[in-house]
């Protein structure tokens, strides 16, 4: 059971918009830690995709954007392309297990 | 370009210690602003932070509570690399481990921005 809470999966068409949240507490995202958010392609370490819930860092297709408001955070990828299909973490801090805390994943499938 | 390449072995007993080990190129194991990470990842329990070693004017070691009896995270500033050490090993720690580079900046809250390629440890007799 992650602390942080995703949707198992989530699926759109290619040029579609999805939305993965990301739902935590006040240890955590209520508590005002930073949310990040990691993409994983199949076979591959988690790459940076969101840091600060809305900074992308270089390199990263304004197609992906982050959100957050009270416990929860929000990833959204416009225009998806299939080589958007991956599994989506979401990251962040807890003051209760004075450690760091991610979601249980996202599969995103391109239809 | 920060790059971290990880490296030991797949297949540990019950009850014995699992080690891997992490190169660092690019920074250093000494930075003063960064950490240094291990983060495993199983079907089970998903991403699971472990803990880390840092540098600020001394060595910090900062340990998840699940399995803060268990483990050890050393840094080696004469190779530039760090290292993780679980004793006791159960099934229950068969996983992916990842080293993760950590970091604070533009007043964001800590990040692993960078990652090794993961090494899958399974424990089994």
């Known amino acids: 059971q992650s602390v942080l809470t995703q949707p198992p999966s989530v699926s759109g068409a290619p040029g579609q918009r999805v939305t993965i949240s990301c739902t935590g507490g006040?240890?955590?995202?209520?508590?005002?830690?930073?949310v990040h958010w990691y993409q994983q392609l199949p076979g591959t370490a988690p790459k940076l995709l969101i840091f600060?819930?809305?900074n992308r860092p270089s390199g990263v297709p304004d197609r992906f954007s982050g959100s957050k408001s009270g416990t929860s955070a929000s990833l959204a990828i416009s225009g998806l392309q299939a080589e958007d299909e991956a599994d989506y973490h979401c990251?962040?801090?807890?003051?209760?297990?004075?450690?760091?805390?991610f979601g249980g994943g996202t599969k995103l499938t391109v239809l | 370009q920060v790059q971290l390449q990880q490296s030991g072995p797949g297949l540990v007993k019950p009850s014995q210690t699992l080690a891997v080990t992490c190169a660092i190129s690019?920074?250093?194991?000494?930075?003063?602003?960064?950490?240094w990470d291990w983060i495993r990842q199983s079907p089970s329990r998903g991403l699971e932070w472990l803990g880390r070693?840092?540098?600020?004017?001394?060595?910090?070691?900062d340990y998840a509570v699940s399995v803060k009896s268990r483990i050890t995270i050393n840094p080696d500033t004469s190779k530039n690399q760090f290292s993780l050490q679980l004793n006791s090993v159960t099934p229950e720690d068969t996983a992916v481990y990842y080293c993760?580079?950590?970091?604070?900046?533009?007043?964001?809250?800590?990040?692993?921005?960078?990652w090794g390629q993961g090494t899958l440890v399974t424990v089994s007799s």
């Open positions: 993760a580079r950590s970091i604070a900046e533009a007043g964001t809250d800590r990040k692993f921005d960078y």
């Open positions: 690019g920074d250093s194991v000494s930075s003063n602003i960064a950490a």
């Open positions: 070693t840092y540098y600020r004017s001394k060595w910090y070691n």
């Open positions: 006040s240890s955590n995202i209520g508590a005002g830690y930073d």
């Open positions: 600060g819930n809305s």
């Open positions: 990251q962040s801090y807890d003051s209760s297990l004075t450690g760091w805390v």
